[in-house]
């Protein structure tokens, strides 16, 4: 390795050392900037990072689409990218950031898919009174009562019980931003029925809410695996998965209020254009009413 690479290297550890530590980055996405800028390594070949111009981004960004990268995932690149550049540049290790002015193509917005509220209903028809069922009903019951990200909620410690019975519970989010969100009855009701049952499987030590088979703390991949699990028992004609229930919390919440900055504050989002797609998703299910109910909307028997 020539020693300009090593310091271009050196340089990338340093900038993710100052995310992950001042910024607060999650690993997920340290581990998702260092895979970005391999990539621009690799793109670039020979010229060294410094040397890059704007025309050569642009053919970088071309060759990414090519191989199928759709123009989100090629947003997340450019970001890593821009980021980089501009920590270069305040350091005067770059003259110019070529990549300021890049855009990805524009990808059509894929909406999130939802469950009706009969298909939520069903999802949530108890299974059983046995340890484990307990405890899946309240993960489930949860995840649809108050919105949470999976992160969120298996990062829940026994304590927040104290908040559940008051009908709230407080879950740290996305960069470390703590929010208090609203606990329905059922989900309550659950809640509680697990928390009396849960010393019989946790470590005496485990401070968790919700435990696996051997008394630690429940992964991300075992939850997903136990919702999967009971939409198939169930019969449910879709792949159900934790962020499924979030949309689904939203768009129903947002149908029954219409109350889009409340369901901003629920789900935890920065910018209300991250909620708007649920207005989309409220669209779809008027219309859904229009074309069933309204007599001019009826194709009449046998009409072309």
Known sequence: MNPEARGIDANIDTWLAELAGQRRQ???TIAAYRRDLALLSELAGETPFPALQVHHIRRFVAQLHSRGLAGRSLARVLSAWRGFYRWLGLRG??????????RPPKSPKALPHALSPDEANALLESTGDDLLSLRDQAIFEL??????????????????????????????GK???TRIVPVGAKAREALLAWATRRSEL?????????????????????????????????????????HMLRHSFASHVLQSSGD?????????????????????LDFQHLAKVYDAAHPRAKKKAGSA
Request: net charge positive; with cysteine.
């Open 93 to 102: 290790l770059a003259v110019q950031n070529p990549v300021a002015g890049v």
């Open 175 to 177: 960069r470390s931003k």
């Open 260 to 280: 889009l900055r409340a369901v901003q504050e629920m789900l935890g989002h920065a910018s209300i254009a991250s909620t708007q797609v649920y207005t989309h």
């Open 26 to 28: 999650s690993a997920h």
């Open 143 to 172: 995840f649809y009562s108050s919105g949470l990200r999976l992160s969120e909620l298996d990062g829940l410690n026994i304590d927040c019980l104290a908040d559940v019975a008051a009908g709230e519970v407080r879950v740290l």
């Open 202 to 242: 946790a470590r005496h030590d485990e401070l968790a809410l919700f435990v696996g088979r051997t008394g630690g703390r429940l992964s991300v991949r075992a939850i997903q695996g136990r919702l999967k699990r009971r939409a198939l028992l169930l019969g449910l004609p879709m792949h159900v998965h934790p």
